[in-house]
Every structure is written in structure tokens, then in C-alpha cells.
């Protein structure tokens, strides 16, 4: 309740009556305000759902029951999908989990420590060169991406995980060099002083001071990482072609286009396996998600 | 605050202040790596492609100059144009539909709303998983001709048995509500906006005996405006971008009859399929100028609606 309606009830409350009247129709308007938001939120979650439940049903069920329930659990799809493509999917995640490793260790490392530079040092160009990773942030990278490709191309490093990691190692991810800009910014320069007096380099006050501090943007940072990374798809498509280093989302998208309707089930398990990582990383980090788009304002 | 809008202060204090230059040895070490891929992966790759939109290039002969043939020719491509079509359509319409929805949600949740936690997580998930191949495929399979969607509306006892996806008219549709389902993320953000709004403005106006649309038009709506003003420039900026869904979607041919034919799904054809390496780039600069030109647009158009406290 808020304190707009309490003081609304304030100024009705002189004849009582009344005040009994809103009462009522203040917790029937709560409670069908309950209904159709709770409605509304199974709604967008229901496709979910039912992909859950399809992953374990026989394809003549699959488009014919629309409920949830699953009578007979088909366990088998799991087994079918896991080993229908030329690996097995438990090599394509462990491709997807390396390039995620680097990519978080990469971003946290070298996102902050330009942030670091940005927040805290007086160089020349400052501002130029900020503004530059700013503009980066907002310009579509297809502009980059073909003659990064060419360049990939003539060092032979297409179909290793090079043009997808060390990008990473580069800083080239803007979106957390703000984030940690912005957090540098909120913690009070005095620990930099302090530490200056002490004779602290700024590796020591960086590294040993601040860095220690940055718990919360070094977590959305992860967050973001891993789910941005495991998700991405362009690039993978366009680096990843030899069926060895395919990552979940690539050989994903292979399934289905060698998928006739008998195997939508082993499909379905697939792409329910290939959302669990997610899921588990948005349950035990969502609050550096909500934290992280609440203070930069979304990418 | 976000990055579009420390980018507009940047810009407007330009020249003003000098930046001194104390720490240039440790500020060219914490820079370093970014310097690096500034110029390696950025720089040096933009001016390249420039170059490249000029020429004709196969990567595997050398590339040829051609002057602004590839520009030419694409304002005759017709499906080129049609990608512009697919695009511009999906863009106007999903995205006021999603910040809209997001709004919304935001405004009904922020009152108070018991079990808050659990809705923020219920509408934020699917925009979580929204980019995923796996999402991209269900939805192929809820708007197929006997997927769930034509099951659904077979309880209302209508009996629909065309795909949404395989039919020109729907498919660019069905893409749309993948977009606007994805409504949780800007629905966080308008959230922790509407915790900023100090009650006593609501208070204030409850006394002057404005009711709840009232208040929300005139309190609301302007105290929001430029969080709303800068998700909707990068909601713009992505959504010119969108990719994943309409390639898995379509099986990678922008299909049916160049229905979800997006624009950087023509692009990655012409590139990597096709290996028009020079049309490529120089599809990817005009859509530069676009997003360009769409964002200036945005800004100008600011001044009339984004109210800001200073």
C-alpha cells in the first residue's frame, strides 16, 4: 500500500461510511490486481514450460497436448538428443564452457583495470579516447566483424577459439569498462590517497585497494559474461565451422536443421539442456543482474 | 546513468575541460590491452571495411576498387530493400510495443505488489533467455501449423491450422512478440527508475485531488522520461541488429518469401554465404548511417518530451 492511498483515506475517513466502502473496494481491486498480474506472468512462462514438458513426450504427442502434465516420461529423448549429432553434446558444452571461462576471466581483468585508467588517471586524450569506447558501445560491430574475419583468416585462426577469446583479453566488451567506470566513480578517493601516502604504485592501490571493493560490478560482470557468451551465436556461427569446436548454441541450430518431425523430442531436450546452465546462473545471480542494468541503465 | 547518456555529456563539455596529463606511464599500462584492441580490432578494422565497401573482394582474389558501385547497386537490390522493409517494420513496432508493456509492468508491480521478487524474476527470465537458439526454436514449434498457438486458440473454438511462421503475412509478426515477450529487462530498469521518484511528489498531488492516471501522466511519465528516452535509443540501436532468432527462425534463409529476410541476416548471406565481401561492408556502413541518423533524430526529438532536473 502506499502512502498516496493511506492519505487518500485520511481525507474520506471524516465520514465513516465511506471509508468502510474503499476499504472493501480497495482489497477486491488488491485481489484482482493479484489475479492478473500471477495470470500474466504463468502466460509468459508457460511456452517455457511446455518446452520442458514436450522434451519428454513422444513426437505424436508433442503437438497434440498442450498441458503440462506428462503421463508417460519419455527419458530416452535426453539420451537420443545427447548423441545425435556427430559428438556428443557433452563435448559441445564443454567447448561452450572454455570460451565462457576466458571470456569471464578476460572481461573482469581488463574491463576494469581500463575503467581503472578512465576514473582515476589524468592522461592525455582522456576524454577522446573515452568517448571513442563509448561510441563503440552504441555502433553496430557488422562494421567491424568482416574485416575482423579477413584478419582471423590470414592468421589461420579460424575454427579455434582465438577470435572469440582474446577479444575479451582486449577489453573490447565496453559495456563493463562502463559498469566498473561507473563504480570506480562511487568509491571515495580518499582510498586512493591514503594508499598514495603509504607509497602504494597504482598497481598496489589498484589491485590490493579497489579491486577488493569491486565485488558487486565483478559480479555482474560474471553474470553478464556468461550469459551474453554462452548465448551468442553470430560470431560462433561465423568463427566456429568444423563440427569438433562447435559450442551448444551451433550445434543447436545444426539439430534442428537436420531434424525431421520424428526427433523433435531429443530436440526439445536439447535446447531444454542448453537453458539450464542459464537458468541456474540467473537464479543465483540475478541480483548482480538487476544491480548491473539498474546502475548503467541497460546496454 | 547509462552510456548513451554519458556519451550526450561528453559530448556537450567537449573542449571545456583540458585533460591533464599526470599519469600517462600507469594510465598507458592499464590501457594497454584496450588500447590494443582499439586499434587492432577496432580502428584499424573500421577504416579497412571503409576501404573494402569500395571494392569487390571474394577473399580469394585481391580486392578490386570499384568506387560506389556496391552502394549503387544496393538501392536496386531488391531484396535488399525488402530487408529494409522487414527491418524498419519489426523496429517500429516492436519496440514502442516492449517499452510500453515494460512501463506498464513496472507501474502496476512498483504499488506495493505483494510476492515483487518472485514477478521481477518471472518477467525478467525470458528476456534472459530470449537471444538463445533454443528459445528461437520453440518458438517455431508454438507458432507452427499444430503447434501450441493454433492449440490454444482451438479452446476458444477457433480452428487455425495455417503455420504462422511458414505464412508471408505473420512470419515478421511471430518475431515481433518474440521481441516484445522480452519485456523484463527494460521493466527492471523503469523499476529501480520508479523507486528514484520521491513519494511526496504522489502525496502532493493526491491532496490536489489528481487521481492515479493523473498523477502518472503528470508525475510519472516526466520524472521517467529520460530513462524511457535512453532505452528507447539502444532498444532501437539492438533491435536494427537482431539476428539469432530470424536465422534459426527461417533455417538461415530469411524466409518464407524473404518474410523475416532482417537486415544483418542479408548481410551475413551476401558476406559469408555468397562472399560479396565489399557489398557486405558496404551494407554494414549504410546501416551505420542508419542507426546514425535514427539516434540524432532521437535526440533532437528529446528536448520536446525528456524532462531533466537541471
Known sequence: ?299 | MSAASEFAVLLKNRGKAKDKATDTKPALGFLAPWLIGAVCLTFVPMVISLYLSLTKYNMLTSPKFVGLQNYATLLQDTRYLQSLKVTFSYVIISVPLQLIAALALAVVLDRGMRGLTFYRSAFYLPSMLGGSVAIAVLWKMVFGSDGLFNQALGLFGLDVTQSWIANTATANGTLMVLHIWQFGSPMVIFLAGLRQIPRELYEAASVDGAGKWRQFLSITLPMLSPIIFFNLVMSIINSFQTFTQAFVVSGGTGGPNDATLFYTLYLYMQGFGSMKMGYAAAMAWILVIIVAVLTVINFALSKYWVHYDD
Open chain 1, 1 to 299: 500500500m502506499t502512502n498516496a492511498t493511506i492519505a487518500a483515506d485520511a481525507v474520506s475517513a471524516q465520514s465513516i461510511p465511506v471509508h468502510e466502502d474503499h476499504k472493501v473496494r480497495r482489497i477486491v481491486l488488491q485481489a484482482i490486481k493479484q489475479i492478473v498480474v500471477l495470470a500474466f506472468a504463468l502466460l509468459m512462462l508457460y511456452p517455457i514450460l511446455w518446452m520442458v514438458a514436450s522434451s519428454l513426450r513422444k513426437p505424436s504427442e508433442i503437438f497434440t497436448n498442450m498441458g503440462l502434465w506428462v503421463s508417460d516420461p519419455q527419458w530416452h529423448n535426453y539420451v537420443d538428443g545427447w548423441n545425435a549429432l556427430s559428438y556428443s553434446f557433452g563435448k559441445y558444452f564443454l567447448n561452450s564452457f572454455i570460451i565462457v571461462a576466458f571470456a569471464i576471466v578476460g572481461n573482469i581483468l581488463t574491463c576494469s583495470m581500463a575503467a581503472y585508467a578512465f576514473a582515476r588517471l589524468n592522461f592525455k586524450f582522456r576524454g577522446l579516447m573515452f568517448g571513442f569506447m563509448l561510441l563503440m558501445l552504441m555502433i553496430p560491430v557488422h562494421v567491424v566483424i568482416i574485416p575482423q574475419y579477413i584478419i582471423w583468416n590470414n592468421l589461420s585462426l579460424i575454427n579455434t577459439y582465438v577470435p572469440l577469446i582474446l577479444p575479451k583479453f582486449l577489453a573490447m566488451d565496453g559495456f563493463f569498462t562502463f559498469l566498473f567506470y561507473q563504480f570506480i566513480r562511487g568509491l571515495p578517493r580518499d582510498l586512493d590517497e591514503a594508499a598514495k601516502i603509504d607509497g602504494a604504485g597504482h598497481i598496489r592501490i589498484f589491485f590490493q585497494g579497489l579491486l577488493p571493493l569491486m565485488k558487486p560490478a565483478i559480479g555482474t560482470t560474471a553474470v553478464f559474461t556468461f550469459m551474453w557468451t554462452f548465448n551468442d551465436f553470430f560470431s560462433q556461427l561465423i568463427y566456429l565451422t568444423d563440427p569438433a569446436k562447435y559450442t551448444v548454441p551451433i550445434a543447436l541450430r545444426n539439430f534442428i536443421d537436420a531434424t525431421s518431425q520424428s526427433s523433435y523430442g531429443p530436440m526439445f531436450a536439447m535446447s531444454v539442456l542448453s537453458i539450464i546452465p542459464l537458468f541456474i546462473v540467473f537464479c543465483f545471480g540475478q541480483k548482480y543482474l538487476v544491480e548491473g542494468i539498474a546502475t548503467t541503465g541497460g546496454k
